[in-house]
């Protein structure tokens, strides 16, 4: 088992407020305000953060499953768009769509999407996500 720890602080009233997290093991921080968050503002957000650590996770778990099929990835990069959206009932994360590039040799296109929509549902990260639509765009590259 492991841990991991952040930390997050937030001043003031929603709209003219600001936050700040950190992480623990690395020390890094950034600030995010009402408009990181819901109008497309400069700084980070929760949301932001969500998606790095789906994206992160998604391409380790992609590289150790097409490895266990008998491939060995060079690289995988993923992209996560997070989509936050009022709904009526508040604001949801309602989608993520990752988007996840890779270099493997010995594998074809089909290959390479069917092992990326396995690895969607195995990712820790993506079954903590359980209620978000994630979908997944693989595309082989340079192999």
Excluded at 21 to 30: A, I, K, M, N, V
Excluded at 53 to 62: H, T
Aim: with cysteine.
């Amino acid at each position: 088992m492991s841990k991991h720890f952040a930390k997050a602080v937030w001043n003031g009233n929603l709209k003219d407020g600001n936050g700040k997290y950190t992480l623990r093991s690395s020390g890094f921080e950034d600030a995010y305000t009402f408009n990181s968050r819901f109008e497309d503002g400069k700084k980070s957000s929760p949301e932001e953060l969500i998606g790095a650590a789906l994206a992160a996770c998604f391409s380790m778990a992609l590289a150790n499953d097409l490895n266990k099929d008998g491939t060995n990835p060079e690289s995988i990069e993923t992209e996560a768009e997070v989509i936050l959206k009022n709904t009526g009932a508040g604001f949801n994360i309602t989608e993520i769509t990752l988007t996840t590039k890779g270099r493997v040799k010995g594998i074809d296109q089909g290959k390479f999407v069917e092992a990326a929509e396995k690895t969607k549902e195995n990712c820790p990260v993506g079954k903590a996500l359980k209620a978000v639509e994630i979908k997944v765009d693989a595309e082989l590259i340079g192999s």
